[in-house]
């Protein structure tokens, strides 16, 4: 399980984070508020995100807050030729379909996905099947037993870290049950899903105790609610925040990393890597001449 993660025609060794950016095929992203909603600006937006150091694609057609009911039909339209034209343009690119439900994982798969992101917590049953029976990789995340596109109320837990590790980890073993890749899973804690803002920052306090269940952890902290608490902030001005968490994330073993602005998180994990001992400097000329 700590060994190399295997996603599409990538391995990712531990030590080697791996950028996962997102482009949200939605009109309504609590980020972008719908900048790649457009096939062009999205197709767009992933040029860029490569450029700039993406390993991942996540494509996602539903936003994940309340808001206008999204069928799957209509996820599938939105997602589905974009992950073909991806794959097209990128074919070495790991690519990730953020969907809760089988439907859409199935044509998503065919489309050429290689990972399917259950930011959902197990929604639809029939989702890990989907990757068992196709190959692709699995996110297995924690919402508090929150349904697609709810907001938490008055969220408890006796230990959220706890109950976060007790979820996953029997969402991975279920997985595996069913004929998932053992290297093709990753637990989500999914912070701020189910969860308030000092939930939030005692999982990521506490991170160390779910890398150490041996599955490797994907952070989607980019811009969330409880860095903008934490910091009393707007959406737009959450950068520093989010490149903080990322690094203190990154040091204690978190291995793929959610991001909305690709290339300062690239180049905090790749610092954060250097520090490690994991990666040498790019170069090295000082006191040497």
């Given at each position: 399980?700590a060994g190399?993660?295997r996603l599409g025609?990538?391995?990712f060794a531990?030590?080697?984070?791996a950028?996962?950016a997102?482009?949200n095929?939605t009109?309504d992203?609590f980020?972008?508020?719908?900048?790649?909603?457009?096939?062009?600006?999205?197709?767009?937006?992933?040029?860029t995100a490569v450029?700039?150091?993406?390993?991942?694609?996540?494509?996602g057609?539903?936003?994940a807050?309340?808001?206008?009911?999204?069928?799957?039909?209509?996820?599938?339209r939105?997602?589905v030729?974009?992950?073909?034209a991806v794959?097209a343009?990128f074919p070495?690119?790991?690519i990730s379909?953020d969907t809760?439900?089988?439907?859409?994982a199935?044509?998503?798969?065919?489309?050429g996905a290689d990972?399917?992101n259950?930011?959902?917590?197990?929604?639809?049953p029939?989702?890990a099947?989907?990757?068992?029976r196709?190959?692709?990789?699995?996110v297995?995340?924690?919402t508090g037993g929150?349904?697609?596109?709810?907001?938490?109320?008055r969220?408890?837990f006796?230990?959220?870290?706890?109950?976060?590790v007790?979820t996953?980890?029997?969402l991975?073993?279920?997985?595996?049950?069913?004929g998932?890749?053992?290297?093709g899973?990753?637990?989500?804690?999914t912070?701020?899903?189910?969860?308030?803002t000092r939930?939030?920052l005692?999982?990521?306090?506490?991170?160390?105790?779910?890398?150490?269940t041996?599955?490797?952890?994907l952070?989607a902290?980019?811009?969330k609610?409880?860095?903008g608490?934490t910091l009393d902030?707007?959406?737009?001005?959450?950068l520093p925040?989010?490149?903080a968490t990322t690094a203190?994330?990154a040091?204690?073993?978190a291995?793929?990393?959610?991001?909305h602005?690709?290339?300062?998180?690239r180049?905090?994990?790749?610092m954060?890597?250097?520090i490690?001992g994991?990666?040498p400097?790019?170069?090295s000329?000082?006191a040497l001449?």
């Amino acid at each position: 399980m700590a060994g190399e993660l295997r996603l599409g025609r990538r391995g990712f060794a531990p030590g080697e984070p791996a950028l996962m950016a997102i482009v949200n095929r939605t009109p309504d992203s609590f980020f972008d508020r719908g900048a790649t909603f457009a096939a062009d600006s999205a197709l767009r937006a992933v040029e860029t995100a490569v450029a700039d150091g993406a390993d991942i694609i996540d494509i996602g057609g539903v936003k994940a807050g309340p808001g206008d009911p999204v069928d799957a039909a209509e996820e599938i339209r939105r997602t589905v030729p974009t992950i073909a034209a991806v794959r097209a343009a990128f074919p070495e690119v790991v690519i990730s379909i953020d969907t809760w439900r089988a439907a859409v994982a199935v044509e998503a798969v065919a489309a050429g996905a290689d990972l399917i992101n259950d930011t959902w917590s197990g929604a639809d049953p029939e989702l890990a099947a989907v990757a068992a029976r196709t190959g692709a990789g699995l996110v297995c995340a924690h919402t508090g037993g929150l349904r697609p596109r709810t907001r938490p109320h008055r969220a408890a837990f006796d230990d959220v870290v706890v109950d976060v590790v007790e979820t996953v980890t029997g969402l991975a073993e279920r997985a595996v049950r069913l004929g998932v890749r053992p290297d093709g899973i990753l637990v989500d804690p999914t912070h701020d899903f189910g969860k308030n803002t000092r939930h939030s920052l005692e999982l990521t306090r506490r991170l160390g105790e779910l890398v150490a269940t041996g599955w490797p952890v994907l952070v989607a902290v980019s811009n969330k609610d409880f860095i903008g608490e934490t910091l009393d902030l707007p959406v737009g001005e959450r950068l520093p925040g989010t490149l903080a968490t990322t690094a203190v994330s990154a040091w204690l073993g978190a291995r793929v990393f959610r991001a909305h602005q690709v290339r300062q998180t690239r180049q905090a994990l790749d610092m954060v890597a250097s520090i490690r001992g994991d990666r040498p400097p790019a170069v090295s000329r000082r006191a040497l001449a």
